[in-house]
């Protein structure tokens, strides 16, 4: 695991470096997508260079990292329809080649096993942008959840219920109860993570992220275990690291060449 401090825009070009080496070495690349607020200024990165750099999405494959159940099809926080606005309509990404978990399914386990086999027919995915919520969850997998889960139904914790309220009018009742996500065994299968924490209500989560024992009660330790993950941090997010300063250092002292 990758540790690196440093303002949001440094992070925001490391991330969006690392998509563009997959788009350009592999037109036809899969990324993973997560939602929430985390990624948001990746996205607008990517939608610049697609601008301005002609960066192209159109062979690419896309999969979400999970989705409400239940949310109307044309619901503004319906996930598919949140990766739509805030970067697949942005870019020359097809609609066709952008899949969420289905959170309308009428069959739900059926839905999981195809996504499932949706994910493996595209030979997995290239790098997954992830995000961490407050109570250490990475996509919907909440404190509890199997570290060798795949995609599944998740009911939320009333934290993140609580934490997305925002999303809704501020109105925790409008929130869903329940959530499809891929598992931590199905994300542990991307090549490349790449998840990004910023602001201090991440502080403590990140801390179990990176320094914590493995454990359902913080799921997001499992990356400890994954051969290529990189988080990325801004200094608020890091200030309950133990090692900060080693993390500092290392990242300081890389060879220009190595990447993330
Ligand atoms: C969203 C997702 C979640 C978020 C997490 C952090 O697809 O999978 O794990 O990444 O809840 O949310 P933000 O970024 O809004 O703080």
């Not at 969850?137 to 925002?166: C, M, Y």
């Not at 403590?204 to 275990?225: F, K, N, R």
Request: with cysteine; hydrophobic share 40%; net charge negative.
């Amino acid at each position: 695991m990758e540790v690196v401090i440093a303002p949001l825009p440094e992070l925001v070009q490391l991330a969006a470096n690392a998509i563009e080496d997959v788009l350009r070495s592999k037109p036809d690349g899969v990324i993973g997508l997560a939602t929430g607020s985390s990624p948001l200024a990746i996205y607008d990165e990517l939608a610049r260079r697609h601008r301005e750099d002609g960066l192209s999405f159109a062979k690419a494959r896309g999969f979400m990292l999970d989705e409400y159940v239940g949310l109307p099809k044309d619901h503004p926080e319906r996930y598919r329809n949140v990766i739509e606005k805030e970067i697949a309509s942005r870019v020359d990404w097809p609609e066709s080649q952008v899949q969420g978990p289905n959170g309308l399914a009428t069959d739900i386990k059926q839905a999981c096993a195809d996504y499932e086999q949706a994910i493996k027919d595209a030979g997995g995915v290239d790098l997954q942008i992830l995000g961490i919520g407050t109570d250490g969850h990475i996509a919907f997998n909440e404190p509890g959840s199997s570290l060798t889960s795949r995609t599944r139904i998740k009911t939320l914790t009333a934290q993140t219920r609580e934490d997305n309220a925002r999303f809704f009018d501020d109105d925790i009742d409008q929130v869903p109860h329940h959530c499809l996500t891929q598992g931590l065994g199905t994300i542990m299968e991307a090549r490349h993570i790449v998840l990004i924490a910023t602001g201090k209500q991440k502080a403590e989560a990140v801390h179990q992220l990176v320094e914590g024992p493995i454990s359902a009660m913080w799921p997001g330790t499992i990356l400890q275990m994954h051969p290529h993950c990189t988080v990325l941090l801004d200094d608020a997010a890091a200030s309950r690291l133990q090692l900060a300063s080693y993390y500092r250092g290392t990242y300081n002292h890389k060879p220009d060449w190595q990447g993330i």
